[in-house]
């Protein structure tokens, strides 16, 4: 079900890939510093309504800063070869790169997800206090790859496995593809009609909600397409019960990251290396 993916590049990409990408500097920008620079220009408590009023969603087709989209572009192109792909029929066709290897090749991407400018306007936005995900979830911050025909994820909610509530942003890093992010607003709210939804996410755009508030799915992509998102989790409790974490392990191993990344940061930590 879990197969990497070397050889799963559309030609003008794998170009670009590989170890030369690596070597291209595209110098970091200054994560905070980029962040402020953007949402001091926003009418926030306006945001914070329209959040409100979407049932904890909110969509900005232009969000971060075009240094910040740059690198990310760079980062998700060089990061071709780390691709695992998964199939769960019916479900999902895609790739992933789980923060375990965003952390050893992208450290610009781990840097921006604990962002205190960003973490603080996330929080505003949610009314929430919110806390990065535990060292050992690989879904913390992660790459999403739609490179094939057919690539896509069914119908889900980010359902919450933590104490409290988990919050998923995604933000659109390349996306020269037909996919759409249908939604469903208010589906766990009974006195209030389902309102569906769909957007593109295009490079530099958000996507903010609460993981188990917002129905979603990514439709397929088709011919010589391709999409990458990256996703950041925060949540308001890091606690979580083992046998939760058990089944959240199992769905990250199974539907994403393959056993090896998954189960990896469990086996040093019983070794006592982490
Ligand atoms: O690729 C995306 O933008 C979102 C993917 C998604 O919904 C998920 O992996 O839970
Ligand atoms: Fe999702």
Redesign the pocket.
């Given at each position: 079900m879990s197969t990497h993916a070397e050889d799963d590049v559309i030609a003008p990409v794998s170009a670009v890939a590989g170890t030369s990408a690596f070597t291209t500097a595209v110098p970091a920008p200054q994560a905070d510093r980029a962040v402020a620079s953007r949402t001091r220009t926003f009418d926030n408590a306006r945001l914070r309504k329209d959040f409100a009023a979407q049932d904890a969603f909110l969509y900005l087709e232009d969000f971060l800063a075009p240094e910040v989209t740059a690198q990310l572009v760079h980062s998700a192109r060089a990061l071709l070869d780390e691709v695992n792909r998964n199939y769960l029929p019916g479900h999902k066709q895609g790739g992933s790169v789980s923060r375990h290897t965003i952390d050893r090749l992208a450290p610009f991407i781990a840097e921006l997800y604990r962002s205190k400018e960003l973490i603080g306007w996330l929080e505003q936005l949610s009314g929430d206090k919110l806390q990065v995900s535990p060292a050992d979830d690989p879904h913390a911050y992660a790459l999403?790859y739609y490179t094939r025909p057919g690539d896509h994820?069914g119908w889900?909610y980010?359902t919450s496995y933590y104490d409290g509530r988990r919050y998923?942003l995604?933000l659109g890093v390349i996306d020269e593809s037909s996919c759409r992010?249908d939604y469903e607003l208010h589906t766990r709210n009974p006195d209030v009609p389902d309102q569906p939804g769909s957007v593109q996410?295009p490079p530099g755009g958000l996507v903010f909600f609460d993981g188990d508030k917002l129905r979603?799915r990514?439709t397929p992509a088709g011919a010589n397409e391709m999409r990458v998102?990256l996703?950041f989790e925060y949540v308001t409790d890091p606690n979580m019960r083992p046998w939760r974490r058990f089944i959240s392990n199992m769905k990250d191993a199974v539907a994403y990251f393959g056993f090896r990344q998954v189960f990896r940061q469990m086996a040093s930590r019983g070794k006592g290396s982490a």
């Open positions: 999403y994820i889900h980010d998923t995604l992010l996410i979603h990514i998102s996703t």
